[in-house]
């Protein structure tokens, strides 16, 4: 896939939607005073932004009837007609996200109704994050925080807003396997386990992924392994995917009222390493030690990931 779009394009959608779109402007205005703070977890610093207008999505509700009973909010024809996007190659459109969490914030679905699966989409994503220099590309697997698991989409946002990827670059990885220029590799020194597919070419790069995602369970009544996706271009034209294997969609303790109970629906965002929180009392009270028990119970152990490193064949 070659596209048009670039990262001057895609800011300057930013910028005339900011000012065209009310709501959309002042939900952007709003995250410049937005309450960050810091939580430090071993090797990774997380932020844990206080973002009210991201309610809708935390609380969202994913089930297969809710989603059938509401008109889907990512097909054209339901679209504002204020929202423009930018074509990319007749494939996908280039959207403003207007509930952003990044300074500059993109929504990237589909062009048809059709459902999040990230297979066969590797070549796509990491055409984007070469396109869009200075952005992370990212994936939420149907059951991984994406808000429309019925309308195959990628999100983009600052490259450096997410400490995730800089800790995994420090951290060490261990090899598993490699194709053609693709090197794939296991990093469980971070809270967050992960696996790192660096390539020079694309091609390489998703024939290695379809290998990881052979060796990864499908859970029952799933029909795609849980993961997030983090996708970005790298220094001499290489690029790089980080996937964020997952076993729970939310924690044992999301949800609005008992105690404890705090609305964190985890996403790339999140174990990328910023924290969305839509509500201020889950903002003030929310702990590192909550975010390494949401880690434990949403993403995998050493043994669980190294199981399916052993699977990679
Ligand atoms: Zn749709």
């Not at 005339?16 to 779109?21: A, K």
């Not at 997380?46 to 059938?68: E, H, L, T, W, Y």
């Not at 600052?158 to 598993?176: C, H, M, R, Y």
Request: glycine share 6%; aromatic share 6%; with cysteine.
């Amino acid at each position: 896939m070659s596209t048009t779009v670039n990262t001057a394009t895609a800011d300057r959608l930013i910028e005339q939607q900011r000012h065209e779109w009310p709501m959309c402007g002042r939900n952007f205005d709003a995250l410049q005073q937005v309450r960050v703070k810091e939580l430090q977890l071993p090797g990774v610093t997380f932020k844990v932004q206080f973002n009210p207008g991201r309610i809708a999505s935390s609380g969202a509700k994913v089930d297969a009837k809710a989603i059938a009973e509401r008109p889907c909010f990512l097909c054209e024809r339901n679209r504002p007609d204020v929202q423009r996007g930018i074509d990319v190659e007749g494939r996908y459109t280039l959207l403003v996200n207007p509930f952003p969490i990044f300074p500059r914030h993109l929504t990237i679905p589909d062009n048809t109704h059709t459902p999040q699966r990230i297979a066969g989409r590797i070549t796509d994503i990491l055409a984007l994050a070469a396109a869009l220099d200075g952005y992370v590309i990212f994936y939420n697997g149907p059951r991984c925080g994406a808000s429309a698991p019925d309308h195959m989409h990628f999100q983009a946002g600052n490259a450096d807003f997410l400490s995730l990827p800089a800790a995994v670059d420090k951290a060490p990885q261990e090899t598993v396997a490699t194709e053609g220029t693709a090197t794939l590799k296991l990093c469980t020194a971070l809270p967050v386990r992960t696996f790192v597919i660096d390539a020079a070419r694309a091609a390489d790069a998703e024939a290695l992924f379809g290998r990881l995602l052979a060796a990864m369970p499908v859970r029952e009544g799933d029909e795609e392994a849980m993961m997030n996706v983090l996708a970005m271009a790298r220094p001499h034209g290489t690029m790089r995917l980080i996937v964020i294997p997952r076993k729970r969609h939310r924690p044992s303790f999301y949800g609005t009222e008992g105690p404890g109970c705090m609305l964190i629906s985890p996403a790339s965002v999140d174990l990328g390493g910023v924290i969305i929180t839509p509500r201020e009392a889950d903002f003030e009270s929310v702990t590192a030690a909550d975010i390494m028990r949401l880690i434990d119970e949403c993403c995998l152990n050493e043994q669980e990931i190294n199981n399916i490193a052993r699977n990679v064949h």
